[in-house]
C-alpha cells in the first residue's frame, strides 16, 4: 500500500466527518468535482451531503463562519486555497480565533488549512509560508507535517483539538511526497513534539515542512561523501515548539544549522537560532547557522525561483562550514 500526502490528509478528513458530526469543511470550491483546488477533499461532498460546503471567494467570511460554528459547538475545518490569502482572514484568525477563549472562556476549536510553500511558476502570490506571522499570536497552535503520517494523524489531532489550529501543508509534497504503508498503522506522535528523523553527532540540522527533506538528503550526501555525521530534527509543531528536543540535539552535536525555505527576517529559523543562543550556548562548538529563501519577493521565473529557494547543497555548505569552524 502506498499514500499519497494529499491521501492521508482526504483520509483523515473523511474519517473525521464520519466519526464526529460536529465536523464540516468549508472553503473555496471544495465541494462538488472539483474537490478543493489541490483535490484534498474530492469525493468528500458526495460520501457527507451538506457537511463540505462552497465558501464565496472571501477568506474573511470563510473564517469568521468558522470562529462562529467553532464558538456554538461545532468542529470546522476550513481550507485556504493558498496560504498566501490567509492575510485577507488575519483579523478573524488572530483577534478572534486566537483570543476568544482568553476573552470568554469558551473554546475555539477550529482548523485552518493552508497550502503553504512554493512551486515553479507559481510567483509571489501562490507561494509564501506564512507560518511565522501567524506563530507570532498566543491562542493559535501552528503544526507543519513533513510525513504522510504525520499529514494524517496531525490533521486528525488538530481537528479533536479545543484550541484553533492553523495546519499548513506542504503544497509540492502533495502528489510528490508517497511513503509505502498504512499512515494509520505509523506512530502517532504527540501534536507538539518535534522528532529527531535521522541521528547524527557532529552537527544537527532542524528544519520543518518541504525543507525537511531537503535536509535529509543533504545529511545523506554529508555522510556519503564527506563523513559527517548529520542529526535532522523535524519541528513539525511551530507553535508551541518543542524547546526540549531542539536543545537535547544541540547539546549532542555542538552544531546547529536551521533550514527554512520561509524568508529569513523575523522567521521560525530566528526563533530556534534565539532559544539555542540564550539556553544552550555555553553547549555550542560553533555560532548557530540559518538557511533561508532570499529576502525578496518570490520569482515567477523558474531559474530566479530556483535561486530563491534553498536546496540540500545548500545545507551541505553551511553544515560544512559549520563542522569546520
Given at each position: 500500500m502506498t499514500t499519497s500526502y494529499v491521501e492521508a490528509i482526504r483520509r483523515a478528513l473523511g474519517e473525521c466527518l464520519e466519526q464526529d458530526p460536529r465536523v464540516f469543511i468549508y472553503g473555496q470550491d471544495v465541494a462538488g468535482q472539483f474537490g478543493g483546488a489541490f483535490k484534498a477533499t474530492k469525493g468528500l461532498s458526495e460520501r457527507f451531503p451538506g457537511r463540505v460546503l462552497n465558501a464565496p471567494i472571501s477568506e474573511d467570511a470563510i473564517a469568521g463562519v468558522a470562529v462562529g460554528a467553532a464558538v456554538d459547538g461545532m468542529r470546522p475545518v476550513i481550507e485556504y486555497q493558498f496560504a498566501d490569502f490567509a492575510s485577507i482572514g488575519f483579523n478573524q484568525l488572530v483577534n478572534h480565533a486566537a483570543t476568544t477563549f482568553w476573552?470568554?472562556?469558551?473554546?475555539?476549536?477550529?482548523?485552518?488549512?493552508?497550502?503553504?510553500?512554493?512551486?515553479?511558476?507559481?510567483?509571489?502570490f501562490h507561494c509564501q509560508m506564512p507560518e511565522a506571522w501567524i506563530s507570532h499570536h498566543p491562542g493559535l497552535i501552528v503544526v507543519s507535517p513533513a510525513t504522510v503520517p504525520d499529514a494524517y494523524w496531525m490533521l486528525k489531532d488538530a481537528i479533536a483539538c479545543n484550541d484553533p489550529v492553523i495546519f499548513c501543508e506542504h503544497k509540492y509534497l502533495y502528489s510528490h511526497l508517497k511513503e509505502t504503508g498504512d499512515p494509520a498503522q505509523a506512530e502517532h506522535l504527540p501534536m507538539g513534539s518535534a522528532v529527531v528523523r535521522r541521528a547524527g553527532t557532529d552537527c544537527t540540522v532542524i528544519s520543518y515542512s518541504g525543507m525537511l527533506h531537503e535536509c535529509l538528503s543533504a545529511a545523506g550526501k554529508l555522510e556519503q561523501e564527506h563523513g559527517v555525521s548529520v542529526e535532522v530534527v523535524d519541528l513539525r509543531c511551530l507553535r508551541p515548539l518543542d524547546t526540549a528536543t531542539i536543545l537535547e540535539s544541540?547539546?549532542?552535536?555542538?552544531?546547529?544549522?536551521v533550514a527554512t525555505e520561509a524568508w529569513p527576517f523575523g522567521g521560525i529559523a530566528a526563533e530556534v537560532v534565539s532559544v539555542i543562543s540564550s539556553e544552550a550556548f555555553h553547549l555550542l562548538d560553533a555560532p548557530p547557522r540559518r538557511i533561508c529563501a532570499q529576502d525578496t519577493p518570490i520569482p515567477v521565473q523558474p531559474d530566479l525561483y530556483a535561486a530563491h529557494r534553498p536546496h540540500a547543497d545548500d545545507v551541505v555548505a553551511a553544515v560544512l562550514d559549520t563542522v569546520r569552524y
Open positions: 476573552r470568554t472562556g469558551r473554546s475555539c476549536p477550529l482548523v485552518a488549512r493552508l497550502p503553504v510553500g512554493g512551486t515553479r511558476g507559481s510567483g509571489p544541540a547539546a549532542k552535536t555542538g552544531r546547529v544549522v
